[in-house]
Antibody, heavy 118, light 105 residues
Framework: QVQLQESGPGLVKPSETLSLTCAVS?????????WGWIRQPPGKGLEWIGS???????YYNPSLKSRVTISVDTSKNQFSLKLSSVTAADTAVYYC???????????WGQGTLVTVSS | SYELTQPLSVSVALGQTARITCGGN??????VHWYQQKPGQAPVLVIY???NRPSGIPERFSGSNSGNTATLTISRAQAGDEADYYC????????FGGGTKLTVL
């Protein structure tokens, strides 16, 4: 059974960089699939942030592209998100998920709430 | 940029059929995926590629896609189906609809 688990600080100061890691178990990232980040502000809908292929190629939401970096560490079977210059608008539950070639997300982490506040 | 439009809310009587729509320009030419999200939980994929059910999803959940509208149909609605439902497509970027809150009366 594929499992994903997000980890990282729950509180980030404005203008700083949000960093999260997603540990994957039950499947080797290097075997394939895309691995993505999705967020959900409190009481709002889902927003895709970006995804990375097991080879390391990335694609990002154009609206966040200038601030986002997603990387993969196949030796640790995990991938990471960095979002720079955060503001209160970046406060959200952040999910990591696996996506198939057709870009649907079949396995999700439980999500982690990140609050941007001084 | 491409946009997906979902109704904010849909209500259905217990045991009846609920239909949740997802509108988009010529959405019938795209693969549409649907997620169910219950409060405090991560989304769960219920339909992929328009009409395919992942293992473990009841046959009561079905999907269709044609023209400018994709539809998620939930037959014999149960109290446990109350949730937010999101459609999703790929259009040079991954896009989600705004979500529909399903209430089972």
């Amino acid at each position: 059974q594929v499992q994903l688990q997000e980890s990282g600080p729950g509180l980030v100061k404005p203008s700083e960089t949000l960093s999260l890691t997603c540990a994957v178990s039950g499947y080797s990232i290097s075997s394939g699939y895309y691995w993505g980040w999705i967020r959900q502000p409190p009481g709002k809908g889902l927003e895709w942030i970006g995804s990375i292929y097991h080879s390391g190629s990335t694609y990002y939401n154009p609206s966040l592209k200038s601030r986002v970096t997603i990387s993969v560490d196949t030796s640790k079977n995990q991938f990471s998100l960095k979002l720079s210059s955060v503001t209160a608008a970046d406060t959200a539950v952040y999910y990591c998920a696996r996506s198939a070639l057709e870009r649907y997300f079949d396995y999700w982490g439980q999500g982690t709430l990140v609050t941007v506040s001084s | 940029s491409y946009e997906l439009t979902q109704p904010l809310s849909v209500s259905v009587a217990l045991g009846q059929t609920a239909r949740i729509t997802c509108g988009g320009n010529n959405i019938g030419s795209k693969n549409v995926h649907w997620y169910q999200q219950k409060p405090g939980q991560a989304p769960v994929l219920v339909i992929y590629r328009d009409s395919n059910r992942p293992s473990g999803i009841p046959e009561r959940f079905s999907g269709s896609n044609s023209g400018n509208t994709a539809t998620l149909t939930i037959s014999r609605a149960q109290a446990g189906d109350e949730a937010d439902y999101y459609c999703q497509v790929w259009d040079s970027s991954i896009l989600f609809g705004g979500g529909t809150k399903l209430t089972v009366l």
